[in-house]
């Protein structure tokens, strides 16, 4: 079978071909899809008939002639590596017309790279479907882009605030290392709790900044709890500190920027003020974000609370719905 872009001896490739007759099909590779992320992504895609696989096995997964062959044979290419590995890999593509999706941090900020929220932004749905070069968000960024870009865009919290974003995920989204440190052996050894990201360098600020419009970089303080994957991401804020606002002025931003989102949805008022806490996995396996306003009682102050599947709209979700977009199809496909 001849794949547009194709060289070389195609018998290097096992390709998963899912048919149906008279329907288009679309040709994916995931590269590094025995890692967390590929292997959730894969899963959402098996048994499509609208796309076939190129899968490499064994040794060839790391062969550079097997990989640049995969790489530009396929459509769409979903880039499940370290940064260094993702760009390495976006060095192989000669075929002008392969769209990829990055899962790494390699190109969130990088020129030429749209950035792979869909909904967040009015134009940011038209601008990935054109693209050639997305780049998935991360888990952590999601949550805190969701809450924090419509607020400085309607001038609540002005690009000069210094703004800090606590959150917990569960221990997937450190990867195969750290589930295999919860899950191992030696699993009754691991915190309950732990607080991680101690030199506040940590590689999500960058997008979290830039996709805001916030002039500050914003402090950080993420945290991975003993459970497999869901996350909060929250943000404190002093409303007196503020322009003149209100819980009800933040929450009327965020229900106005999501109004008509399939997977982004804002919980009223009442819902919110009678919750007594919230369940970091409550929206596991699912591509939702649910966003929280929580005020007290003098109006002074607010927490900003977004609930998401660290695998799920925190990733491997995201990637789905980006691939679906930029393939011209309905971008809720295998996603509910």
């Known amino acids: 079978m001849t794949k547009r872009g194709a060289s070389g001896n195609r018998s290097a490739l096992f390709l998963c071909l899912f048919h149906q007759e008279h329907q288009m099909t679309h040709t994916i590779f995931i590269d590094g899809e025995a890692g967390t992320t ?147 052996p030696d699993k009754d050894k691991a915190l309950a709790f732990r607080a991680y990201g101690l030199n506040l360098h940590h590689k999500h600020v960058p997008e979290m900044t830039q996709h805001t419009g916030l002039a500050n970089d914003v402090l950080f303080a993420p945290a991975v709890g003993t459970y497999r994957q869901g996350m909060l991401v929250e943000i404190p804020l002093q409303l007196s500190a503020l322009p003149a606002t209100s819980v009800e002025v933040i929450h009327g931003a965020l229900v106005e920027a999501y109004a008509g989102q399939r997977f982004v949805e804002v919980a009223d008022l009442e819902t919110t003020e009678a919750m007594t806490g919230i369940d970091p996995e409550g929206l596991n396996g699912t591509n939702r974000m649910r966003l929280h306003v929580f005020g007290d009682r003098h109006g002074h102050q607010a927490r900003l609370v977004a609930l998401l599947d660290n695998l799920g709209k925190g990733a491997s979700g995201a990637a789905v719905q980006n691939l679906n977009i930029m393939l011209g199809l309905d971008e809720a496909t295998g996603l509910s």
Do not use: H
């Open 38 to 184: 590929g292997l959730e992504i894969r899963q959402r895609l098996e048994g499509r008939a609208d796309l076939e696989f190129i899968s490499l096995t064994g040794d060839l997964r790391k062969d550079p002639a097997a990989r640049r062959e995969a790489l530009n044979a396929a459509d769409a290419v979903i880039l499940c590596l370290p940064d260094e590995a993702a760009k390495e890999a976006v060095a192989m593509i000669d075929n002008t017309t392969t769209r990829v999706i990055d899962a790494s941090t390699a190109f969130r900020v990088a020129e030429g790279w749209t950035y792979g929220f869909a909904e967040m932004d009015a134009g940011q749905r038209a601008a990935i479907a054109v693209s050639t070069r997305v780049s998935n968000p991360g888990c952590y960024p999601t949550g805190f882009i969701g809450l924090m870009r419509p607020l400085v865009k309607a001038g609540i919290v002005p690009a000069s605030s210094f703004v800090t974003v606590n959150a917990v995920s569960g221990y997937s989204g450190g990867g195969k290392s750290m589930i295999a440190e919860f899950e191992g």
